[in-house]
């Protein structure tokens, strides 16, 4: 009996260490992918200060960014459908080891989306007159010749993101972030190379030629990491009666459907706000540009991080593990968002102050700018929720609940737009698309803890007051500061102020991290032992 106990406690304690090396491994790899995103999101400003100084404006340029729209929206599209469909199936195949894994059904949906993808390019290179028509209508006959040139020669950059959005659905899978993370920032360094070293010789086709060796160099690298797969595993197939197969391709239907709804409700948005003053749809570019950067670079990554293990433990069919796995995710989420939130809604008026506010840039247009942007702002938290219960619903193979509750959330939306838009204007728009994200994460949440059988609204009450107690020590500190700051005398330029407004969210997060600190939140103190090792790290070598 004792021999047993013994046995009984070392599998426990194996499966402790387990799980904390997950959680250890997740916590890196969010925080990594977050660095590659930042990095390319400032690279990408980069090169587009680089192009207006190394290029200005011209019609040749207008033509290049009309075609530049097709690698902006396709690698989105082509790799969350195809990760999004295929990590589940894996999983599921995977539930015996990895070296078990039947391919065949996996190959097959690679095959189809390989035909799939051969298929679009060849589509946008017959039908680039028609595309540009569609993209810019209202293009000079000669501007539009040319963009429709640069259309067909950016086809080949939809082959290429069409091999590399497989090959970083694999590393996905198996839980190898790094090398996929890097798109943004290789291709857009090559974009800068391209437009410095090519500008004087070939001009903005260069630019067109870089676009495509940035994609190019891309899948090198991700053809390096999967090189073991390509060998050994990688095949074209056609084995449609496969049930991984038929899993994902039937995965797929929902995505594109849920993709376009989301792409729908910008469309119908824009619709509401064209009806407003002119400037009215620039001034939502812009504030929406800053209000959903927190979840464009750390949301993304961290449901990115978590979707493999959540896809395991539903394969293995262990709702426990899932609803551990869940609650890490959101936890982790709000622990970078609300902070975020509130700090976006607290600044609103420095930070398009000291970004917007110069030239032909209006003090109204910026006041306005500024309450758009902290309207989206407080909808970001119940956005990073609803988001992370969608990739929950896919993990479990239920891809249509999380487009009807998607489709619910667009319906509130269309209806609080019409609401909100006379007495409120464009901040109206903005304030009913927040809202419409309360609505659906109450119904998404709602969903998952009766499907599941497994609350995850209680294991987060605790979390929850915490955070609420750390947000609270922001909140106090920023505003004493603020409050401290307008009461000095000070005659500096504008935006020497408000860098200065901005400068007192440092103090406030140090005081949000100690507060977590001391209310023994996991989070801070899973950040703070990895930033001690590597301290260690590097004072070793």
């Known amino acids: 009996m004792a021999i047993n106990v013994h046995a009984g406690e070392t599998r426990r304690d194996a499966g402790d260490r387990g799980e904390q090396a997950s959680r250890r491994k997740e916590f890196h790899s969010t925080f990594m992918m977050t660095g590659l995103r930042m990095a390319g999101k400032l690279l990408g400003l980069a090169k587009t200060l680089v192009i207006a100084t190394w290029f200005g404006t011209s019609g040749a340029l207008d033509a290049f960014w009309v075609s530049y729209m097709l690698p902006q929206l396709m690698p989105g599209l082509i790799l969350g459908v195809v990760s999004t469909a295929f990590i589940p199936s894996f999983m599921r195949s995977a539930a015996n080891g990895r070296e078990n894994v039947d391919w065949r059904g996996l190959n097959t949906l690679f095959t189809l989306v390989g035909i799939t993808v051969i298929t679009l390019a060849l589509l946008v290179v017959l039908g680039r007159d028609a595309i540009v028509t569609v993209m810019a209508p209202g293009l000079p006959d000669d501007v539009h010749a040319l963009a429709a040139r640069f259309m067909a020669i950016m086809a080949i950059a939809v082959l290429l993101f069409g091999i590399n959005a497989m090959l970083s659905a694999v590393l996905q899978a198996t839980h190898r972030f790094g090398v996929m993370s890097l798109e943004s920032v290789i291709t857009n360094v090559v974009i800068i190379a391209g437009a410095v ?133 959101l936890r982790l989420l709000l622990f970078v968002i609300l902070p975020a939130a509130a700090g976006l809604v607290m600044a609103s008026d420095a930070i398009v102050s000291l970004l917007f506010e110069r030239g032909a840039f209006s003090d109204e247009a910026g006041r306005l700018t500024a309450l758009t942007m902290a309207a989206l702002a407080v909808g970001l938290p119940v956005r990073a929720i609803n988001y992370f219960n969608f990739r929950v619903f896919h993990a479990r193979r239920e891809p249509w609940t999380a487009v009807s509750v998607g489709l619910f959330g667009v319906c509130v939306n269309v209806l609080l737009d019409m609401l909100f838009i006379g007495p409120f204007g464009i901040v109206g728009i903005a304030a009913a698309t927040s809202i419409a994200m309360i609505a659906s994460a109450a119904l998404s949440t709602r969903l998952l803890e009766h499907r599941q059988k497994a609350g995850i609204v209680r294991p987060m009450l605790r979390p929850a007051g915490k955070l609420l107690l750390m947000m609270l020590a922001l909140v106090a500190v920023a505003g004493l500061l603020l409050h401290l700051l307008d009461g000095l005398p000070l005659r500096l330029p504008e935006w020497q102020l408000m860098l200065m407004r901005l400068g007192v969210f440092l103090p406030a997060g140090l005081a949000f991290l100690a507060a977590g600190y001391l209310l023994r939140f996991e989070e801070v103190h899973t950040l703070l032992k990895l930033l001690r090792r590597r301290v260690t790290l590097q004072g070793s070598a």
């Open 197 to 329: 070293l090519f500008a004087d010789t070939l001009g903005v086709l260069g630019l067109v030629y870089s676009v495509i060796a940035g994609f190019g160099l891309h899948m090198l690298l991700l053809l390096w990491a999967n090189r073991d797969l390509i060998l050994h595993k990688l095949r074209p197939a056609f084995d449609f009666s496969h049930g991984d197969f038929r899993g994902s391709a039937g995965h797929m239907l929902p995505l594109l459907v849920g993709y376009f709804g989301s792409v729908g409700i910008t469309i119908i948005d824009r619709m509401f706000i064209s009806t407003l003053d002119p400037g009215a749809i620039s001034i939502m570019v812009y504030a929406g540009m800053i209000a959903l950067l927190p979840m464009e670079v750390f949301g993304l990554a961290v449901l990115t991080a978590f979707y493999p293990s959540l896809s395991k433990d539903h394969a293995n069919g262990d709702v426990l593990a899932m609803r551990e796995a869940h609650v890490r995710g």
